[in-house]
């Protein structure tokens, strides 16, 4: 997969490609160093706060957590939603009238392990019977990733696997050698964004370095989309005063008087355990 260059990638028709057909598009250098850096700061804060909390970060495996925030904690959330490369994927995949559903971030941490091949979700009727994707991922790195730092490998083409009469997310052991045969491994670098459908087959790998890899997501759905069911966006009315009128138009939210805690409902009970790496 090759990167589209932040500067323009906005083709319709590669966006749709790529994403109907791998199941990963990405944009080379959409953000600057100095903005991630301030992403990577408030991804830091935040997870310390998470951790002090009874499940406020959601174990994915061996020192490998998801934690789920509100969006006027992060500095730089309108920029990301108002990226013009973010809402050309959007507009192209999920149509005019998207929802910004779900706003959060991983981190797999020194000693992570592979995660076994999953999806995120079980695939929907509109994608296994209607060919149709009807939500994406959206992740920003923060750090430069390595070999050694545990980077994510998807399975192109995937997103379109039915696995009926297995697990609807997690494929039976015996499909493992399909996946390895397609895998391809993700180096992205810092001010790099990639747009997926969750539907593809992936994992995280092996954390075999020194230092963490975060890494934020922005969960996207079509109209029928129902992934905002799994999540709680909550903003303030200050803030939802203060947003852009196009992304008020966007973001499927409880509007509330004070930031509540996040009840995260996006467990995912086959993450836990980590498989060790060869």
Not at 77 to 93: E, L, N
Not at 157 to 183: H, I, S, V
Not at 185 to 193: A, N, W, Y
Request: glycine residues 10%; contains cysteine; hydrophobic residues 40%.
């Amino acid at each position: 997969m090759d990167m589209q260059d932040g500067r323009g990638g906005m083709d319709e028709a590669a966006i749709m490609g790529g994403l109907y057909g791998d199941g990963i598009v990405a944009c080379k250098g959409a953000f600057a160093a100095p903005w991630v850096a301030r992403l990577k700061q408030d991804i830091e804060t935040l997870f310390a706060e998470a951790q002090r909390r009874p499940g406020g970060a959601l174990e994915r495996g061996p020192c490998r957590y998801y934690v789920e925030v509100h969006p006027e904690r992060l500095s730089g959330f309108v920029d990301i939603v108002t990226h013009p490369w973010v809402t050309a994927v959007c507009r192209s995949v999920l149509g005019a009238d998207y929802k910004i559903v779900e706003a959060g971030f991983d981190i797999p941490f020194p000693g992570a392990m592979h995660q076994p091949w999953h999806r995120d979700f079980a695939a929907p009727p509109e994608t296994l019977a209607g060919r149709r994707l009807n939500s994406l991922a959206f992740n920003i790195t923060t750090v430069d990733v390595t070999e050694e730092i545990g980077p994510f490998e998807i399975a192109p083409g995937t997103q379109w696997d039915d696995l009926a009469g297995g697990d609807p997310m997690f494929p039976a052991p015996a499909l493992y050698p399909r996946y390895e045969a397609r895998a391809q491994r993700k180096l992205p670098q810092v001010g790099d964004i990639s747009a997926r459908s969750a539907l593809a087959i992936h994992r995280g790998t092996a954390n075999r370095s020194s230092q963490s890899r975060p890494v934020f997501v922005l969960g996207v759905d079509a109209p029928d989309g129902r992934n905002a069911e799994k999540h709680d966006l909550q903003v303030t009315q200050g803030y939802w005063d203060g947003l852009p009128d196009e992304v008020r138009r966007h973001l499927r939210c409880r509007i509330v008087p004070e930031l509540e805690t996040i009840e995260q409902a996006h467990a995912i009970e086959g993450l836990r355990m980590g498989i060790a790496a060869p």
